[in-house]
């Protein structure tokens, strides 16, 4: 087996590994530390396999001059050797350098045995340096952009093009990526800032701004630390306009003050390759007497509602019971009223009976044509009932002699009728 044999077997699968990680978009020490993994197993199989296919035989070929073998041979030791210090020996008429095994130490005028020939480990260590620059930099060269993402790339400096997602082969040397920009809308809660209210009140007001890349080019080389730009341009629009305000309508007026923002910071990243989506004020910080002022304000409102709430109770109660009172009255001088009506009704009905019924006896009687002994016996039954009463006066009639010869007529007719 050739020594370019050798070599490609030995690196072939380190070469391999890095190339799958750089495909993959992996840090480039990734790369190299795979390569280099993957190429000590491989020359730790090749050294177990080199007995069984002969390369022994190779090796001393390759070593030797006139191509005959030297391993075995004698070796004459001309200046002292060791395992850490190389020295130099002859055999059949030519140099070599020589080394010892680990321990042992080989004097001028000695004569050694040749074990092995080191040669070819040299050249194999040469050529692994070589082979793992190569495949660095072919491994860095390829590129898989995630989708959602685009790398900014240069050529010699200068902006060249931008790459979206997919498989890339950049040009070694020439092409690099100066800027890998994710176009995810991004989130960025910038820590609180102290503003001044139109009425001189300094409070602390954090901001959460909703933003998102729509310019690679521009962001990657129109401004130097992007995030850092728009914190400084939010704490700074967020004073302007706080400053215009008082507290009472700053605490009142997120959503104006939300609407303003966005469009004043929208229209200063536009040359930035920024679009401000959304701005938020997260929390707005009063100083703690500021705090409390309205802590205490707060709660006497609340109390003055409660008493208004109460009042209005109590007069709705006032209200509602005087009503209630009033329709209980009309309802009973109505119920009073009708009574009186119905009884009124009933009296002049049984008194026009009464007199109708007395009316009727008074005309019979006069169609009867009574005679005057009649009519003085009803006086004395008229009589007979007065005195029959409770009343402590008589009316006596002054004809009493009319009286007697009335009552001795009426013996008569009863003596007729027996």
Avoid: C
């Avoid at 044999?5 to 795979?34: N, P």
């Avoid at 900014?152 to 040397?173: A, S």
């Amino acid at each position: 087996m050739e020594t370019a044999q050798l070599v490609s077997i030995w690196f072939a699968g380190g070469a391999l590994a890095a190339v799958i990680l750089a495909a993959l978009d992996v840090a480039i020490e990734f790369q190299l530390l795979a390569f280099a993994v993957v190429s000590v197993i491989a020359l730790a199989v090749i050294k177990f396999l080199l007995p069984k296919f002969g390369l022994a035989q190779s090796r001393e070929k390759f070593d030797t001059t006139a191509n005959e073998s030297i391993v075995g041979k004698e070796l004459v030791v001309l200046t002292a050797a060791s395992f850490f210090e190389p020295g130099e020996g002859k055999v059949n008429g030519v140099l070599w350098n020589i080394y010892t095994d680990e321990g042992e130490k080989v004097f001028p005028g000695q004569i050694v045995l040749i074990k092995e020939i080191r040669g070819i480990i040299v050249l194999l260590v040469v050529l692994a340096v070589v082979l793992l620059i190569v495949v660095a930099v072919l491994a860095s060269s390829f590129k898989v952009v995630q989708q959602a993402n685009v790398y900014v790339v240069e050529r010699l400096g200068r902006h060249d093009r931008n790459i979206g997602y997919g498989f890339h082969f950049l040009v070694p040397f020439f092409d690099k990526v100066s800027n890998k920009v994710s176009l995810k809308e991004k989130v960025a809660d910038f820590p609180p800032q102290p503003v001044i209210t139109a009425d001189n009140v300094t409070m602390q007001i954090d901001t959460v701004v909703y933003f998102q890349v729509t310019d690679p080019t521009a962001f990657t080389y129109n401004v130097e630390r992007p995030l850092q730009a728009i914190e400084n341009l939010t704490a700074t629009t967020l004073r302007n306009i706080i400053g215009d305000l008082e507290l009472d309508a700053t605490l009142t007026s997120r959503d104006t003050i939300n609407v303003k923002m966005r469009a004043i910071i929208d229209e200063a990243t536009d040359p930035w390759g920024i679009k401000v989506t959304q701005v938020e004020l997260k929390n707005i910080i009063p100083p703690r007497d500021i705090q409390e002022a309205m802590e205490k304000q707060m709660r006497a409102e609340r109390e003055r509602r409660e008493a208004v709430l109460r009042a209005e109770g109590e007069k709705r109660s006032a209200i509602l019971v005087a009503e209630g009172q009033k329709e209980s009255t009309i309802l009973r001088a109505e119920a009073q009223k009708m009574a009186l009506i119905a009884e009124a009704q009933g009296q002049a009905e049984a008194i026009k009976s009464i007199y109708t019924a007395q009316a009727a006896g008074i005309k019979s009687i006069n169609e009867a044509n009574p005679n005057s002994a009649y009519i003085t016996l009803k006086g004395y039954e008229a009589l007979e009932k007065v005195a029959n009463g409770q009343a402590t006066k008589l009316i006596i009639p002054s004809e009493l002699s009319s009286v007697t010869s009335l009552v001795s007529s009426i013996g008569e007719m009863l003596k007729d009728k027996k």
